[in-house]
């Protein structure tokens, strides 16, 4: 499966943003589909994920309540909507395709997508 990340930008704080990953090959509805973030100097974060139906997903406490995930199989794409937007946000967001959500809280993801950059302006 290769993944490639779209849909970043610039936006101002309390802004918002959809990103979109686009997948192709095979089997894109066999993996539970995530997204992550890595700001310059830290540490890469899981910022959620969806099962492979699309009827489950899972945020971490800082983006819960701004962040969605979706995904449309028959597409071969998944989504990030995020709301809210605050300058913390900011970093180079990519798509990952895994087994299981562990897979994806553990970083131990099969395919890695190219990122998008979003930046957020206070």
């Known amino acids: 499966v290769q993944l490639q990340a779209s849909g970043g930008g610039l936006v101002q704080a309390g802004g918002s943003l959809r990103l979109s990953c686009a997948a192709s090959?095979?089997?894109?509805?066999?993996?539970?589909m995530g997204w992550f973030r890595q700001a310059p100097g830290k540490e890469r974060e899981f910022v959620g994920g969806?099962?492979?139906?699309?009827?489950?997903?899972y945020y971490p406490d800082s983006v819960e309540g701004r962040f969605t995930i979706s995904r449309d199989n028959a597409k071969n794409a998944v989504y990030l909507q995020m709301n809210s937007l605050k300058p913390e946000d900011t970093a180079v967001y990519y798509c990952?395709?895994?087994?299981?959500?562990?897979?994806?809280?553990?970083?131990?993801?099969?395919?890695w997508g190219k990122g998008t950059q979003v930046t957020v302006s206070s």
């Open positions: 969806i099962s492979t139906s699309g009827g489950s997903t």
């Open positions: 990952a395709a895994a087994g299981t959500l562990t897979d994806h809280i553990k970083g131990t993801v099969n395919y």
């Open positions: 090959g095979r089997a894109f509805d066999y993996y539970y």
